[in-house]
Every structure is written in structure tokens, then in C-alpha cells.
């Protein structure tokens, strides 16, 4: 096991009703901006839960934060924050909304122009933000949990990411009660980004990390077993509740401590979402495979121990165990009606890896993947094999 350091300062507050107790978890004489997306809260209920709770505070609102935040909405954000001297800011929303909050944590206490946060050479930010918390509507991403974020610029075709140690949540409320209102397709996107997020951390190399090992696991397993109950018509608070915490676990930081990870997936994917908008999770449904396979001689025996292990396929050769797994991986996707090709996405994709590898070439990302030799022509194979 590697060495490691683990400090999550998150405090959870899991379960119906929980909105209501926000007013506790904010220091008095806040003055708050609410920050959220296209208005889905005003529909389910959140939206008054949250005022309801916050009615003693110095309260604001910033609504219409897209889907993959957008930095040039994000500004207008910024500039209110300014003006008003708000101190404190809370997230109502997905992994957008939250992305989207944690940039405006980083850059309101930030000097010089906000995008050289996520641009060499600064992509983190060291210090402490301004505090935040956050109100979870759609499981998928984690961002609820832990201190990265992505932000969108539509302008220059770019998605990056960024993060650092002061930008997790001071709290999260997790009620599995705003489940019933997603959109499946939005349900099968948080099962599918979950489930990668896992397979990240954990499709590398066997590692002596026994725990961790198992606990992604057991968050694959609850995962597959959750799905099909969430994607049914009838709400289920209990396998919502499952599919909320599985997703947060999937990338709070604990099962990454002690192994190497891997991320690459990520990286190809949010360029498909920056060139042709395609939703984050289904960008990684389409890379995984591809990636999987075209770097078979490195991972085939976690391939293997996930067929194992995940599906219980018990026969067969490494290799042919490692492929059933990849199979099955795939299967799983389709399960959810989320298609694994380039081409069920976008018809004119034929210059997708070329644009991939001059990217990240650009941007000098030449060496990607748990052991930091994938190049970007190697990416540009796994982009054109998930043609
Ligand atoms: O905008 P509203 O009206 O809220 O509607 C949203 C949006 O249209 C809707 N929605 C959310 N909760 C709902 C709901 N509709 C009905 N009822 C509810 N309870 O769902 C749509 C998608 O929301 P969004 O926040 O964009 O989805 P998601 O949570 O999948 O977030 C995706 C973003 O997170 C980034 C992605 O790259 C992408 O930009 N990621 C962030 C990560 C992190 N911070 O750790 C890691 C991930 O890998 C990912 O990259
Ligand atoms: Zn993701």
C-alpha cells in the first residue's frame, strides 16, 4: 500500500427533511448567494425547502448555471459576489452547480484572472476558499464530497478541471427524496459517471490495498444492483438512498488512498463533451472500452479480478476473464440505454482523435494513465478505436 494522507472535511447531512437544517450549519450574519442551474428546483420543491430554512439570513439568488458550468456565466456570478460582499455561498444543484460554486469560491479569493486557475501553471488553488455548502440534486459526480471541480469555455472549445484542499463543502445535504424528480437519462448518466469513477481508481494494476480494493467493489455491485430500481417508474426512497451514497463514495478520496489511479478515461472524455457537448458520463461510457482494451497488457488481471469479483465469471484464462469483464462493463452501459460508440453520438467524428492528440499536446499533457507513459498519440488510438 502507498503512503497516504486522508482528510475530508465534508460533514453529511443524509436522509429526507435534512434541507431544514442548513440554517444551523451556516455562521450567523452570512450573507448568502444561492447558486443554481435551469430552474429544476423551483419544480421539485427545493427551492422553497431552502428559503423556508434560510428565511433568517441575508439571502441572494444566482440561477440559469448550465449544465458543464460555463465560465462566461460563472463572471456574471463573480462580479454580483463583488458587489454585493457576499461571504458565503451555497450550491442547490448538481455536479454542475457545484463545479460551478467551487470556481466562484476559488476566484473570489483569488488576485488575478480567474481563468488562470484551471491554465498552467496554476490548475490548483492553494489556500482556502470562500466557505461554501452545498444541496445535492443529482447523484453522480461526487463534487458534493470533494474539493475538484470543471469548468466549460464554450469560446475556446475548452473543458478543464481543477481543484485544491480548500475547496471542499463545509456541509452536504444528501435527501434521496430530490430523486424523484430526475429524468431517467439524467439517472443513468449519474449511475454511469459513478460507476467510472470507480473503475478510475481501480482498474490499474492488483495493489496490496486490500480495503480499498474491496470497498470499489462493493460500490460497482451496489451500483449495478441499484440501477435497475432507479430507472424504474416507481420512486424508491431506500434504493435512491442507495444510489445517492454510492455516488458520493465513488469520489469522496477514499478509495483512491494507497493505490494508483488512472483518470485518463476522464481526460479524453471531457474533450468529446468540449467539442460536441455530449454529456459528461456518456463521453466515458464511450472511452472506458476503448481504453480498456487498447491498454489490455497493463490491466488484464484487475480486468480479470473485476470479472471475478464484480460478475463472477470464474472460468476461463486471465485474458478471457479480462475480456468478459470489458463485455460485461459494456453490457451494463446498454443496460441503462447508454450507447458506447462515438459514431450513436455524432456523425461527423472523423477527426475526433486528431483533435484530441493536438490538444493535448498542446497543453503538454504527454504523459497520461496510472503510469504516466499514455502520449497523445496513444490517445489518439483510444479515441479512434471508440469510433
Ligand atoms: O439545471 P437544472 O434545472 O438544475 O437541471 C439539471 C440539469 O439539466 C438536471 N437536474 C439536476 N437535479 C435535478 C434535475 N432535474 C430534475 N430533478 C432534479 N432533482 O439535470 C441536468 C444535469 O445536471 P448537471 O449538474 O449538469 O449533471 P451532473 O451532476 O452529472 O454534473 C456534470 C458536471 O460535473 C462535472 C462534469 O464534467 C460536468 O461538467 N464533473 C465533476 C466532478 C467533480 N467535481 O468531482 C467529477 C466528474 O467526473 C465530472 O467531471
Ligand atoms: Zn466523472
Redesign the pocket.
Known amino acids: 500500500m502507498l503512503n497516504f494522507e486522508f482528510k475530508n472535511p465534508t460533514k453529511i447531512l443524509f436522509g429526507k427533511g435534512e434541507i431544514a437544517k442548513i440554517e444551523k450549519e451556516i455562521p450567523e450574519g452570512a450573507k448568502i448567494l444561492m447558486i443554481?442551474?435551469?430552474?429544476?428546483?423551483k419544480n421539485?420543491g427545493v427551492y422553497d425547502q431552502v428559503r423556508k430554512a434560510l428565511a433568517d439570513f441575508e439571502f441572494y439568488e444566482f440561477g440559469g448555471v448550465p449544465?458543464?458550468?460555463e465560465y462566461e456565466v460563472l463572471i456574471n456570478a463573480l462580479t454580483f459576489i463583488k458587489e454585493k460582499n457576499i461571504n458565503y455561498l451555497l450550491a442547490v444543484?448538481?455536479?454542475?452547480?457545484?463545479?460551478g460554486t467551487k470556481f466562484l469560491s476559488a476566484a473570489a479569493q483569488y488576485e488575478g484572472e480567474p481563468w488562470e486557475i484551471l491554465k498552467k501553471p496554476v490548475r490548483t488553488f492553494e489556500g482556502q476558499g470562500m466557505p461554501f455548502g452545498t444541496i445535492l440534486?443529482?447523484p453522480?459526480?461526487?463534487?458534493e464530497m470533494?474539493s475538484?471541480?470543471?469548468i466549460?469555455r464554450r469560446e475556446t472549445n475548452e473543458?478543464l478541471s481543477s481543484g485544491g484542499p480548500g475547496l471542499f463543502p463545509q456541509f452536504s445535504v444528501l435527501d434521496p427524496e430530490?430523486?424523484r424528480?430526475?429524468?431517467k437519462n439524467?439517472i443513468a448518466?449519474?449511475i454511469t459517471?459513478a460507476y467510472t469513477?470507480v473503475l478510475e481508481q481501480y482498474m490499474t494494476a492488483p495493489s496490496s490495498a486490500d480495503l480499498q480494493e474491496r470497498i470499489a467493489e462493493s460500490i460497482l455491485i451496489s451500483l449495478q444492483q441499484t440501477a435497475p430500481k432507479v430507472m424504474e417508474e416507481d420512486f424508491d426512497y431506500d434504493a435512491a438512498g442507495n444510489f445517492m451514497w454510492c455516488c458520493t463514495m465513488a469520489?469522496n478520496g477514499l478509495i483512491q488512498k494507497g493505490v494508483i489511479t488512472d483518470w485518463a478515461v476522464?481526460a479524453m472524455g471531457?474533450e468529446l463533451?468540449a467539442y460536441y457537448g455530449i454529456d459528461?458520463?456518456r463521453t466515458l461510457a464511450i472511452i472506458a472500452p476503448s481504453h480498456y482494451r487498447y491498454n489490455f497488457e497493463t490491466k488484464k488481471e484487475k480486468l480479470a479480478q473485476y470479472a471475478e469479483r464484480v460478475w463472477n465469471i470464474t472460468e476461463g484464462s486471465v485474458e478471457e476473464k479480462a475480456e468478459a469483464g470489458i463485455r460485461k462493463m459494456e453490457d451494463f452501459f446498454h443496460s441503462l440505454h447508454i450507447q458506447t460508440r462515438l459514431s450513436d453520438y455524432v456523425e461527423d467524428y472523423q477527426n475526433t482523435a486528431e483533435r484530441v492528440k493536438k490538444a493535448f499536446t498542446e497543453r503538454n499533457w504527454l504523459g497520461l494513465g496510472e503510469y504516466k507513459a499514455l502520449s497523445p498519440e496513444d490517445a489518439y488510438q483510444i479515441v479512434e478505436m471508440s469510433y
Open positions: 443554481y442551474g435551469g430552474g429544476s428546483i421539485n449544465a458543464n458550468p444543484g448538481g455536479g454542475s452547480v457545484i463545479d440534486t443529482l453522480a459526480t461526487g463534487s470533494n475538484g471541480y470543471v466549460s473543458k430530490v430523486v424528480s430526475i429524468p439524467q448518466n449519474g459517471d469513477h469520489l476522464h471531457h463533451t459528461h458520463a
